[in-house]
Each structure stands twice: as C-alpha cells, then as structure tokens.
C-alpha cells in the first residue's frame, strides 16, 4: 500500500485522487468519513470513555510539483514551483501532469548561474514542436508532479518520490487498521494543501475544534554529510517532535508520548528542528489554541524525487500512535484559577 500511495497523482490543490484511494481502505474502519469544502478527508473512530474528548491527527495528501505559468511558441512550458521545490533538484529531472503527459525540467541557462528563487528560468519540454501542439494536452495552470519510482535499497529503507506526506498517510491507515476502540474520539484527518501553506489543517482544526492535535510528517534524517544538525536518523524509531519552527509541543503529553514508546519497547528518537513546521503550526493555533505532538518519519533527501526511508520507523510510528490513542489521556484544555 506504501507503494501505491506514492504513485497517485497528487500535488497541492489536486487531491481527489490521494483522497479516492484512502476512502477505499479506510470504509471498514471508520464510525463517519466525510470531504469538506477544501477536499480535507476526515474519518471518525467513536471513543468509548467516560469523560472523552476529540483528539485529531494529521497527514498531509499533497506533495509538491510545478504548475504552468505560460506556453511558449516553441511549445515549451514556463512553470511556478508548488510548494518548496529546489530548482536545482528540479532540473533535469522526469515529470508528469495529471493527464499523463510527461516531461523533463530545464533551464535557460547553466543551472549553476540559478538563485534559489529563480524559478522564471526553468521550463517544461514535454516535446511539442510549438505552442499549438503543446496546447492540445496542457493549458496554463496544470500542475506536474516529479516522477521517482518506489525502489528498494538496502538495510530495509525504501527511495521514491512523495514519501512527504503519504508515509504519513499510510501510518494513519494502519493505524485504523489496528487500533482497538479509543477511550477519546479520534478524528484522522488527511489533509490538503500542506505544503503551500498549511490551508488544509487550518480549516479542518476550525472545523472539528480539537482537545488535542497530533501531526503525522516527514522530519530529517540527520545522518549524511553537510546535514548532521538534528537528532533523527535511518533507522532509529518514530521520531517524538519537541519543537520545530512553526510549534512547540505541549511538554506533559510529549512526555506522555515518550512514556508510552518505553512502555510498549517501541523504539524513538526525540526531535528538536532549527526549521520548517507541519500541520501542527496550524491546529495549534485554531480556536481559542490547541494542545499539539508530533510524531515523523526521519527521510533522508526529502522534497525530492528519491527521498529515503526506513520501513522499521514506519512500523515503529503505526505503533506509537496505535498505542498512544488507545491510551485514557488526561487533556487538560482550560485550568480555572479562580
């Protein structure tokens, strides 16, 4: 299923495949399963205790890509990044737009001269011989995505493209998959537009108004050389986030987080990012403001067509997060002093 998730066409904006194929696995497994008006899929397994609350986890269905801002004369295409995009991991990679057509990214010029921002110098070449044939198949707004085949390497890690964010979405499916009931309602949500700003969480935390958020990412893999400042790495667990640039966990049920993998002897690995955020950055901040976690996937090489992962912290996360919603949390959302 891992495999087949990071094949689906997918880029921000453009979920409803992602969505289709989750709502196959998931029908079985769910008290409720609903879209709401963003395309946000968000299912519904009924707790059973006494005093519960809503609790919402969080995995992103987008992945990053191109989206066409012009077709040239000459039948090649002017692109926009979509999400974070390199431009120089973009260049000279295979793409592909939602109808099937695939292409290679170029540049103007020597790929070196390029600045990060730069990315008016690259182009699609979908080999069309001019702007009337390249019009046949593609019109401005199309989005690609990058092309990068599931491949297996050594030591039980896995390479393909899109592992950002469906790795997560494949932990949330498994996760229903086992679980027993819960003592809290849990609401899994798999959420849109993740990478272009956060837009899916933020609407859907508005909307189920939770006690307590639970983001399912990618996070580094500080294991490589010229990319060490960080704590995660291949093979080491579920990676527990402290902190990132967007949040800081709430520190009594991160402990209870740690708590639970030395219980249950799942291995883990603390996380404190100097940069980036996940979903959690926008449910913190919904409502009146949401106790948050986060649990990832350390990846090496991620937003890329070849990012690697360790299926052995894929397990080790299904299971923390099986686990720890099973659990009967005390959430503690309002203290009266006086």
């Not at 397994?45 to 609790?55: D, P, Q, S």
């Not at 690259?122 to 085949?149: S, T």
Request: with cysteine; proline share 3%.
């Amino acid at each position: 299923m891992l495999e087949e998730l990071t094949k689906i066409w997918g880029v921000s904006g453009r979920e409803k495949r992602v969505a289709n194929y989750i709502i196959d696995q998931i029908t079985n497994y769910a008290d409720e399963i609903k879209k709401d008006a963003m395309g946000n899929l968000i299912a519904l397994k009924k707790g059973n205790g006494g005093n519960k609350k809503k609790i919402m986890t969080a995995a992103h269905m987008d992945e990053i890509g191109l989206c066409v801002v012009k077709i040239m004369e000459n039948g090649l295409l002017l692109v926009k990044n979509v999400g974070g995009v390199s431009p120089y991991i973009s260049f000279m990679n295979r793409v592909q737009f939602a109808n099937g057509v695939v292409g290679c990214v170029a540049c103007k010029e020597k790929i070196q001269k390029v600045e990060p921002n730069e990315f008016n110098k690259l182009y699609i070449d979908i080999g069309a011989k001019d702007k009337a044939e390249a019009e046949q198949y593609i019109q401005v707004g199309d989005c690609a995505m990058f092309l990068g085949e599931y491949t297996k390497l050594l030591g039980n890690n896995v390479m393909s493209k899109a592992f950002d964010d469906r790795s997560a979405c494949f932990i949330q499916i498994e996760t229903m998959k086992e679980m027993k009931t819960p003592y809290h309602d849990v609401y899994f949500v798999f959420t849109v537009q993740e990478e272009v700003g956060l837009f899916g969480s933020t609407t859907s935390a508005e909307g189920i108004q939770p006690d307590l958020g639970i983001a399912i990412d990618i996070t580094g893999a500080f294991d490589i050389p010229g990319d060490e400042f960080g704590n995660p790495v291949l093979g080491g667990g579920a990676a527990i986030k402290i902190n990132d640039a967007s949040v800081i966990c709430d520190e009594a049920l991160t402990q209870d987080l740690i708590d639970c993998g030395k219980k249950n002897n799942i291995n883990y690995q603390l996380d404190a990012l100097p940069a980036g955020g996940t979903d959690a950055g926008a449910i913190t901040k919904s409502g009146a403001g949401v106790k948050v976690l986060g649990i990832s996937i350390p990846t090496r090489y991620g937003h890329s067509p070849n990012s690697i992962i360790n299926l052995a912290d894929v397990e080790a996360c299904i299971k923390l997060l099986t686990k720890f919603l099973e659990m009967p949390l005390n959430i503690v959302t309002e203290e009266i002093i006086k």
